[in-house]
């Protein structure tokens, strides 16, 4: 039996495991067992099917360990690309963000895949030239130079690591997220939970374990996904037969447009974002009178705090007071940036009570340029930024030839555009289970699921009766958008299992990302730094040990920063893009179609392309906005996520003028006609 033959019987045997695990899931809930078992079956049998595979793919040979011996099939490693590309932003945050952001949030779907495009064309085929183990064992053999390529090789480690470092941070978090609410623990034990399960799938046996652990991943992805969209679905047309003509769907989205209308005219709703209105003015006129406005809010809490020492007040009035002075901003500069930040909170509250689905629009026929601006750079950012994804290109190291790798990609496509399609459905679904099962229902009757979900992160959840009439407003609803997908099974009254199911799909989207992650740190500091740079020597033994290490405390240290909370799934992931397109895009497609490309051409462009976009991403920051008196994008209409419109031309600004400029360019005549050469006779130039 063919090695491609037995991949596939092992798989559809996991996948029918799977299926069954869900009708058993099922059956435990009609016979009346606790929620929280149904979450721990969920999470501990995907767990530990990816421990079981993990523990099967241990080695420590060096090729199988690095780049699974170079024979994934590509249908195979299409799959693992898939799983390794669609992370909890994908999974998770972009139906959340489609359902507070409408057409503006399909910029991430366009980018993201149209990214895959440009690897396919500009990329794969041509690193694969090359029995490489790292990006940066490429640049450095293409910008030789005087150094051996030794200069680009570092800056090339330093750019992995960070960007690798903030994605994983993203996945960590979601993680915490899933596992702190299935399992019943704190957000910061489901962090170190779920990294214990990242670790079984990659510490013993590198990309050879988790290439396969993400092909079964994706397969939970995928059945996660469509089970749970078909039964919110169901749900719903089993209610609104008004939505369907002879088994045809023909007005579901013009129901949900007809419902966003009744809510625009609603005066409750209208009332509701009057008073967020008037809360953000509130914020401004603190702003504006600072620092007057910080000293007379802390002295009025301070003297709270002294008279109720003194008057007689209760053990749990003082401690109330003690609290409401803990809380307010330490100083004038604290306070500006934290009242800055809530104001931006009233008005984002005031803007997406009820977003649009169509163009972003600025009034009655009159498209709005920055919002058109902004979603173009947003796509240009995730294009190029996917193209330079470490985690991504190392798989192309994986398949046996050139031609395969292409292949992988376009099933990679395949896949991905798969989940792809679901995501706007489900946020579609999402928004019209929130009108049906929460808009209108009394505060008296809130369902167990808010205080749940405050319970893993306060403020994940929340509704608050902002205009005191004891009903749900839409505007009165807060739910993150990374945990919108989890939720909206409980909203719509859904069983259980099905709850479970969409957390283990998101659990496999995060653990799949996390673990390609933490490996491109791992053989970037243990290949790159280690034995190309350190210990050239060091035997094969030694270099999978390091890798190890490195992997292990890279784990640990994204653990302990994601338990500090980071924030938004989507935003940090955007960012981790911006970073990676500036540095790495210009130095991989330029080196591949341009001959004169220098070793200092490359240098300058990483170096510029990285920098540039730590500065801007660090001036945009919500929490440093307060002391600045503008956004220094603003003038450019576009977002932080956007800002590689401006890094990347200025890397390949530094590229050409540096390159052209070197009167000493080294010599990389052999590589580049091996690059351009249309099949790959010679033998290997790297090993």
Not at 163 to 169: D, R
Not at 623 to 636: C, I, K, N
Request: hydrophobic share 50%; glycine share 8%; aromatic share 12%.
């Amino acid at each position: 039996m063919s090695f491609a033959m037995s991949l596939t019987r092992f798989f559809s045997v996991l996948a029918l495991g799977f299926l069954a695990c869900i009708g058993v899931a099922a059956v435990m809930e009609d016979l009346g067992v606790a929620r929280q078992w149904i979450g721990y079956f969920f999470i501990f049998v995907t767990l530990g099917a990816y421990a079981v595979i993990g523990m099967m793919s241990r080695t420590s040979n060096l090729r199988e360990y690095f780049v699974a011996s170079r024979a994934v099939p590509a249908v195979y490693n299409g799959m693992a690309t898939a799983a390794d590309w669609m992370s909890a932003a994908s999974f998770l945050g972009v139906a959340g963000t489609l359902y507070y952001s409408g057409f503006e949030a399909l910029a991430f779907l366009v980018g993201w895949t149209g990214g895959f495009v440009l690897i396919a064309l500009l990329i794969a085929p041509y690193m694969r030239k090359f029995d490489f183990f790292s990006i940066g064992d490429f640049l450095a053999a293409r910008y030789s130079g005087g150094d051996n390529g030794k200069a680009v090789r570092l800056i090339c480690i330093g750019v992995t690591v960070s960007i690798s470092f903030v994605y994983v941070i993203a996945q960590i978090y979601a993680v915490g997220l899933i596992t702190s609410r299935f399992a019943g623990v704190e957000f910061g034990i489901g962090v170190f939970f779920g990294l214990a399960g990242i670790l079984l799938c990659s510490f013993l046996g590198g990309m050879r374990a988790v290439t396969w652990t993400e092909v079964a991943q994706y397969i939970v992805m995928i059945v996660a996904m469509a089970v749970t969209v078909a039964a919110l679905f169901a749900s719903a047309q089993k209610d609104r037969a008004d939505w369907t003509s002879e088994g045809k769907l023909v007005s579901f989205p013009q129901y949900i447009q007809d419902q966003e209308k009744k809510l625009n005219a609603d005066p409750a709703e209208i009332e509701v974002r009057e008073m967020y209105r008037k809360e953000a003015y509130r914020y401004q006129l603190l702003i504006d009178g600072l620092p007057a406005s910080w000293s007379e809010g802390y002295e009025a809490r301070r003297k709270n705090l002294e008279m109720a020492r003194y008057d007689g007040s209760t053990f749990k009035e003082i401690k109330r007071d003690e609290q409401i002075l803990a809380n307010f901003p330490p100083s004038p500069q604290a306070a500006k940036s934290y009242w800055t930040r809530k104001r931006q909170e009233m008005l984002e509250k005031v803007k997406v009570s009820v977003p649009h689905y169509g163009l972003p629009a600025a009034g009655e026929g009159e498209t709005d340029l920055h919002g058109s601006i902004n979603f173009l750079a947003v796509v240009f950012t995730l294009m190029c930024g996917t193209v330079a994804l470490p985690h991504i290109l190392m798989r192309f190291f994986t398949t046996p030839d050139a031609k395969t790798t292409r292949w992988s990609v376009v099933y990679a496509l395949g896949f991905i555009l798969v989940l792809y399609l679901a995501a706007p459905w489900l946020a579609s679904l999402a928004k019209l289970v929130v009108y049906e099962h929460l808009v209108g229902l009394s505060y008296s009757d809130i369902p167990n699921w808010i205080a749940a979900w405050s319970r893993v992160i306060p403020g994940l959840a929340t509704m608050q009766d902002v205009n005191h009439d004891g009903i749900v407003q839409f505007a009165e609803v807060t739910i993150n958008p990374d945990v919108l997908v989890l939720v909206t099974p409980e909203i719509a009254g859904l069983p259980f299992f099905l709850s479970g199911l969409i957390a283990a799909g998101g659990l496999a989207a995060a653990l799949s990302t996390a673990d390609g992650l933490l490996l491109a740190i791992a053989n970037s500091l243990a290949h790159d730094l280690y034995f190309r740079i350190y210990a050239p020597e060091a035997t094969a033994q030694r270099r999978v040990t390091m890798s190890k290490i490195a992997l292990l405390g890279a784990a640990m240290s994204a653990a302990w920063v994601t338990s500090l909370q980071p924030g938004n799934i989507v935003a940090v992931v955007g960012s981790a893009f911006a970073l990676a397109g500036s540095a790495l895009f210009v130095p991989l497609v330029v080196g591949i179609f341009w001959a004169r490309a220098s070793r200092r051409g490359a240098v300058w462009s990483m170096a510029v392309g990285f920098f540039s976009a730590v500065l801007i991403l660090c001036l945009t920051n919500t929490s440093l906005m307060g002391y600045l008196h503008f956004d220094p994008l603003d003038l450019f209409g576009i977002s932080a996520i956007g800002s590689s419109v401006i890094t990347i031309p200025l890397s390949a600004l530094a590229m050409v003028v540096m390159s052209l400029t070197d009167k000493n360019p080294g010599d990389s005549s052999e590589m580049v006609r091996v690059l351009r050469a249309p099949e790959r006779p010679e033998a290997e130039l790297l090993n």
